[in-house]
């Protein structure tokens, strides 16, 4: 293979080439070492894996596996940097026929991926996410189910204990992310962490479906220099509160809470932290703002959960059947006028209720009004009225970065629109994008917003905690 002016890519320095494949992805890396012997040998050049993204399906063909495989192999011993998200199939029928090997082939790629990182000490970030069907599936919860994708529960034993190696391991561990990972996360896996890594951890999040706390306040004792967490709403106590807001601490800058209104009836609300706690830890960490998803959570908990003093920054509200009421809206966009920046409500079933019916006002509009730093705006499964979009955009104009509204869920005032010349669609869309300064369209596929909600907040998680 010859490049510009006739030169052999052997003729080019090795450095050049490893810089070159610094900007490619890690599967186009694979590919680039194919070409010939010189390239492959500057694949395994360990200033290229400083960090490993990796993305594999627990339904998919072994390609995957393999290449999973093969990169943690290599270079999984001194990587700095580890993501790794295990996802299952697409299709629902698909999930529900291959859910029991799904799950074991789930164990099988984790354990594939620990054992190369269980005597890393350069480690600094890792971030794992599972699949979270298999942890929504009411029967993995049953010993029977468990013993039949591992019979005597060898694998989960691994698991947990080569995660516990990998944390004992780290010296300088600076980022933990671990959510909906089957078989791994135990209330005592924090416990293992090593001294040096508890010196140097600034974010840590911790998620599962188990009843009992993955942080317990004991070990977030141990983490002075936190300035990020995520877990579990309900898992987030008074005691936690108050630790965090000791003087002695690094101050708290983000906090994801995670609210899946399932698990409301065996891990109740009364537990939590109450506005008194709040109020100490937001005096001790002046610049904390919040990221809060509810799950399917109904009106009256919402109500419940929305304390004053969380200075909350960005809001999702995602539901199967739970509807979630105008006075709602009305404490959100009243309580949080100063802070809010992304407000997302998802609602995936029909129906499409308008939370304006009997107001003078819409609630949605008045949100708009009130939060003056609103820079993203997402709704589905809500009508919307086209006067009431219009109105919207004009109120935060180009400083709503954001707006994605279903087609769907956009509604025509008949009375209006018989004063108004053309196709209403059109009018709407230029009316809205004069609003914003830039041009607008609905969103014609709802399946871009309808995405899994928890994988959703692993995402949002990630990038509201970078850079703290």
Do not use: M
């Given at each position: 293979m010859a490049v510009c002016g006739g030169v052999e890519a052997s003729a080019l320095p090795a450095e050049l080439i490893v810089h070159i494949f610094s900007f490619l992805s890690d599967a186009d890396r694979l590919r680039a070492s194919a070409v010939c012997a010189r390239w492959r040998e500057c694949l395994?050049?360990?200033?290229?894996?400083?960090?490993?993204?990796?993305?594999?399906?627990?339904?998919?063909?072994?390609?995957?596996?393999?290449?999973?495989?093969?990169?943690?192999?290599?270079?999984?011993?001194?990587?700095?940097?580890?993501?790794?998200?295990?996802?299952?199939?697409?299709?629902?029928?698909?999930?529900?026929?291959?859910?029991?090997?799904?799950?074991?082939?789930?164990?099988?790629q984790l354990l594939r991926v620990l054992r190369h990182l269980r005597y890393n000490r350069n480690l600094q970030r890792l971030s794992l996410y599972g699949d979270v069907y298999i942890l929504q599936d009411d029967s993995i919860?049953?010993?029977?189910?468990?013993?039949?994708?591992?019979?005597?529960?060898?694998?989960?034993?691994?698991?947990?204990?080569?995660?516990?190696?990998?944390?004992?391991?780290?010296r300088q561990l600076k980022w933990l992310s671990c959510s909906f990972v089957l078989g791994l996360l135990t209330p005592v896996s924090l416990a293992s962490l090593s001294n040096p890594s508890t010196e140097t951890l600034e974010h840590l999040s911790l998620l599962d479906s188990q009843l009992q706390s993955l942080v317990p306040a004991a070990e977030l004792q141990r983490l002075p220099h936190l300035r990020s967490l995520s877990i579990d709403f309900c898992h987030f106590s008074s005691d936690m509160c108050?630790?965090?807001?000791?003087?002695?601490?690094?101050?708290?800058?983000?906090?994801?809470l995670l609210l899946n209104g399932a698990a409301l009836e065996a891990k109740p609300l009364h537990d939590t932290a109450t506005e008194d706690d709040l109020k100490a830890l937001v005096r001790s960490s002046a610049n904390l703002r919040v990221y809060l998803m509810a799950v399917d959570v109904c009106s009256e908990d919402l109500l419940q959960v929305l304390k004053p003093s969380l200075p909350l920054e960005r809001v999702h509200l995602d539901s199967f059947s739970s509807l979630v009421t105008d006075s709602v809206l009305e404490l959100i966009s009243q309580q949080y006028h100063r802070t809010l920046t992304h407000f997302v409500l998802v609602r995936d079933e029909g129906g499409f209720p308008d939370l304006s019916l009997n107001r003078n006002e819409d609630p949605l509009v008045l949100l708009a009004w009130r939060c003056v730093h609103l820079a993203v705006?997402?709704?589905?499964?809500?009508?919307?009225?086209?006067?009431?979009?219009?109105?919207i955009s004009r109120l935060r104009g180009s400083n709503l970065k954001v707006?994605?509204?279903?087609?769907?869920?956009?509604?025509?005032?008949?009375d209006q629109c018989a004063f108004v010349e053309g196709d209403p669609v059109h009018n709407l869309v230029k009316e809205v994008s004069l609003g914003l300064g830039r041009v607008w369209h609905p969103c014609l596929d709802s399946s871009v917003i309808l995405s899994d909600p928890t994988q959703h907040f692993h995402r949002e998680m990630l990038s509201f905690s970078e850079g703290v």
């Open positions: 395994f050049f360990p200033a290229l894996w400083n960090g490993l993204r990796l993305r594999a399906r627990t339904s998919g063909n072994g390609g995957a596996s393999a290449r999973l495989e093969f990169l943690t192999r290599r270079f999984g011993g001194f990587a700095r940097e580890l993501q790794l998200e295990l996802c299952g199939g697409d299709a629902e029928h698909d999930r529900a026929e291959c859910g029991k090997l799904q799950a074991s082939t789930h164990l099988e919860l049953d010993s029977s189910y468990l013993s039949q994708i591992d019979q005597g529960g060898k694998r989960i034993k691994e698991i947990q204990q080569l995660f516990e190696e990998i944390l004992s391991n780290s108050r630790l965090l807001s000791a003087a002695d601490r690094t101050p708290l800058h983000r906090l994801s705006l997402i709704i589905h499964g809500y009508t919307v009225w086209s006067h009431n979009l219009v109105a707006l994605t509204v279903t087609e769907d869920s956009i509604d025509f005032d008949p």
